[in-house]
Nanobody, 121 residues
Framework: QVQLVESGGGLVQPGGSLRLSCAASRFTFSSYAMSWYRQAPGKERELVAAITSAGDNTNYADSVKGRFTISTDNAKNTVYLQMNSLKPEDTAVYYC??????????????WGQGTQVTVSS
């Protein structure tokens, strides 16, 4: 059974930093595009950052550009989200996502259970 397990969330003051981790197991991690999403109370889930399976291209939501960095460690089957200069509006549950589409068009889409990030003084 595929597993994505997030960790690293918590309470941090505005301007602080956190690093989220997502450990993947039971699938070929290096074949998947990895992403971080977040969902704040009363809002839809939104894409925060994404990285290609080759790790050669990243994409960020405008609201986090210059503050957040996504990266992967294929040896550890782990994707990270380094979050700096955190703002109260970054408060949300953060989810790890793995996606892959095979050459035959079969889609794989896996989610973690989420980790809470709260930015407050």
């Amino acid at each position: 059974q595929v597993q994505l397990v997030e960790s690293g969330g918590g309470l941090v003051q505005p301007g602080g930093s956190l690093r989220l981790s997502c450990a993947a197991s039971r699938f070929t991690f290096s074949s998947y595009a990895m992403s971080w999403y977040r969902q704040a109370p009363g809002k839809e889930r939104e894409l925060v950052a994404a990285i290609t399976s080759a790790g050669d291209n990243t994409n960020y939501a405008d609201s986090v550009k210059g503050r957040f960095t996504i990266s992967t460690d294929n040896a550890k089957n782990t994707v990270y989200l380094q979050m700096n200069s955190l703002k109260p509006e970054d408060t949300a549950v953060y989810y790890c996502n793995a996606k892959r589409t095979t050459v035959w068009g079969k889609k794989y889409d896996y989610w973690g259970q989420g980790t809470q990030v709260t930015v407050s003084s």
